[in-house]
Every structure is written in structure tokens, then in C-alpha cells.
């Protein structure tokens, strides 16, 4: 079946430093929504990219969509403890789909 | 302010005693999801209605069930709880489906089988 895989699974940051996660579909993807998970707390959604190529921004976060539409990226800059949490991307396959394939989510931890 | 609301936050059963979880919605979404989430993964769909079309994942227990009485509320029932079963399970709703509409998620119920 379609997987999303995430890579790191976890990382731990000193604040003030960057972060990166990356989400990789065994398919292309129609298009990819971006969440965050506080710990103890539910999914928000925070982003969805739909073009091929594309990038959007939201303040310190940056979000980017493949050319193949296979893969993407979150990136960011200057963590602060607000940051924690764990992201998860979420694919949709295409069609008449409703549904999202949560990627395995990375855990970010930041250190004051 | 509330607009995906999960009754009770908190649950604990034993094992084999019959449980519900109930959802909530304040808008008006025709798409309500079930998922469960284990400690450490991703949330995992259980299954989802399409107003009243029911759509079951093919790799959901037969122990799991759903019933939406109407468009706000949606229900999960678990026929005979195990131990494996203990997760957080989450509810959501989007307004059309069709891969393009976020989904909003409830807070989660955190379900203890003993």
C-alpha cells in the first residue's frame, strides 16, 4: 500500500538553530497538507501545498513541494521552545479520496 | 468556541466491556473521520462518513464501529475492548473531502483498557 515516510523520527535542537524534516510518498501525491502535534495535544493543520514545485512561507516556517510531487519539506529557522512538537506531513493520493496518509511524523525537541 | 468537541477526554474500560466515543462538530462538515493514534505514530484512519455513507478502512477490526445519527454527531463503538486497543483515538471533520479540505481534529479521546 501507499506509505509516506518521514525522516528524522526525532530531533533535538538547541533554540536559535534550524530544523528540517522530510517526507518521502512510495507515490505521487495529489497534493500534501502539513500538521503539528503539541505533546498530549491533537493534529493542526498548519499547511497544504498543491503545485508541483511550489514553496510557501508562514513566518519562520518554510514549506516546500517536489517537482515530482513525491516529496516535501519543512524547514525551520531559528527554533524557539514554541516549536515543539511533532510534525507530521499527510498525503492525498488523488481522485475522489477523502482521506490522508499521515506520514510517520518527526518529533522535534528544543533546548532553552 | 469549540468546534470538534470529544466526550469524554478520558476513558477507562475493562477489558471485553463494550465502549463508546462520541464527536461533535459545530460546522456543519459533511466528512467525519475516526482515527487511532498510538503513543509515538501516526494517526491511523479507522474509518469515515461521507454525510451518511460509511467507509470503512479494509484493515479495521470488526470490534470497531461507527454510527452518525445526524451531521454533528459521530459515534465509535468498541464491540470488546483489548488491551491493544488502548490509544488516543481522534476525531475529525472536513467540509467537502475530495483531498483538498483540511481536516480539523478534536482534542482526542485517551482510551485505558484494564
Known amino acids: 500500500g501507499q506509505q509516506v515516510m518521514q525522516i528524522p523520527q526525532y530531533q533535538h535542537v538547541q533554540e536559535g538553530e534550524d530544523f528540517t524534516t522530510y517526507c518521502n510518498s512510495s507515490t505521487t501525491l495529489s497534493n500534501i497538507q502539513w500538521y503539528k502535534q503539541r505533546p498530549g495535544g491533537h493534529p493542526v493543520f498548519l499547511i497544504q501545498?498543491?503545485?508541483?514545485?511550489e514553496v510557501k512561507k508562514q513566518k519562520r516556517l518554510t514549506f516546500q513541494f517536489g517537482e515530482a510531487k513525491k516529496n516535501s519539506s519543512l524547514h525551520i529557522t531559528a527554533t524557539q521552545t514554541t516549536d515543539v512538537g511533532t510534525y507530521f506531513c499527510a498525503g492525498i493520493k488523488g481522485g475522489a479520496t477523502n482521506k490522508l496518509i499521515f506520514g510517520t511524523g518527526t518529533l522535534l525537541a528544543v533546548q532553552p | 468556541d469549540a468546534m470538534v468537541i470529544q466526550n469524554p477526554r478520558y476513558q477507562v474500560t475493562q477489558f471485553g466491556k463494550p465502549v463508546t466515543l462520541s464527536c461533535s462538530q459545530t460546522?456543519?462538515?459533511?466528512?467525519m473521520y475516526w482515527y487511532q493514534q498510538k503513543s509515538s505514530q501516526a494517526p491511523k484512519l479507522l474509518f469515515h462518513?461521507?454525510?451518511?455513507?460509511?467507509?470503512n478502512e479494509a484493515d479495521t477490526p470488526d470490534n470497531f464501529q461507527s454510527r452518525r445519527p445526524n451531521t454533528s454527531f459521530c459515534f465509535l463503538d468498541i464491540r470488546s475492548p483489548g488491551l491493544g486497543d488502548a490509544a488516543m483515538y481522534l476525531c475529525?471533520?472536513?467540509?467537502?473531502?475530495?483531498?483538498?479540505?483540511?481536516?480539523?481534529f478534536g482534542p482526542g479521546t485517551r482510551l485505558t483498557v484494564l
Open positions: 475529525a471533520t472536513s467540509r467537502a473531502g475530495g483531498g483538498t479540505d483540511t481536516q480539523y
Open positions: 460546522l456543519n462538515h459533511n466528512v
Open positions: 462518513y461521507y454525510d451518511k455513507d460509511f467507509n
Open positions: 501545498l498543491v503545485k508541483s514545485g
